[in-house]
């Protein structure tokens, strides 16, 4: 069973940084694709942005480019999103996710397992 446990998220200022952590069980990170999702309260869970399982190619939600940043580290099995630059509107609970496949994607039905959810909260 795969489990994904993500880290990082709480309240900052408008402006500010946070770094997600998502930790993966299992012996087959190296060989998927990693993404992260968010979804604000009373709206869909939006894509936010996708890395390969070479971590080579990244995918972004244009709101996001320029502010955010993802990465893996595929010795420890986890995958990170650094933000700064943070507005309310990035407020939500994000998650990761694995994908099925090598490639990154944006599409939901492209990842089959998820995290919990972290909440990040960017007041004005």
């Known amino acids: 069973q795969v489990q994904l446990v993500e880290s990082g998220g709480g309240l900052v200022q408008a402006g500010g940084s946070l770094r997600l952590s998502c930790a993966v069980s299992?012996?087959?990170?190296?060989?998927?694709?990693m993404g992260w999702f968010r979804q604000a309260p009373g709206k869909e869970r939006e894509f936010v942005v996708a890395?390969?399982?070479?971590?080579?190619?990244?995918y972004y939600l244009d709101s996001v480019k320029g502010r955010f940043t993802i990465s893996r580290d595929n010795a420890k099995n986890t995958v990170y999103l650094q933000m700064s630059g943070l507005k309310p509107e990035d407020t939500a609970a994000y998650y990761c996710?694995?994908?099925?496949?090598?490639?990154?994607?944006?599409?939901?039905?492209?990842?089959?397992?998820w995290g919990q959810g972290t909440q990040v909260t960017v007041s004005s």
């Open positions: 996710a694995r994908g099925r496949l090598r490639v990154a994607s944006s599409r939901l039905t492209d990842y089959d397992y």
């Open positions: 890395i390969s399982a070479s971590g080579v190619s990244t």
């Open positions: 299992g012996r087959t990170f190296s060989t998927y694709a």
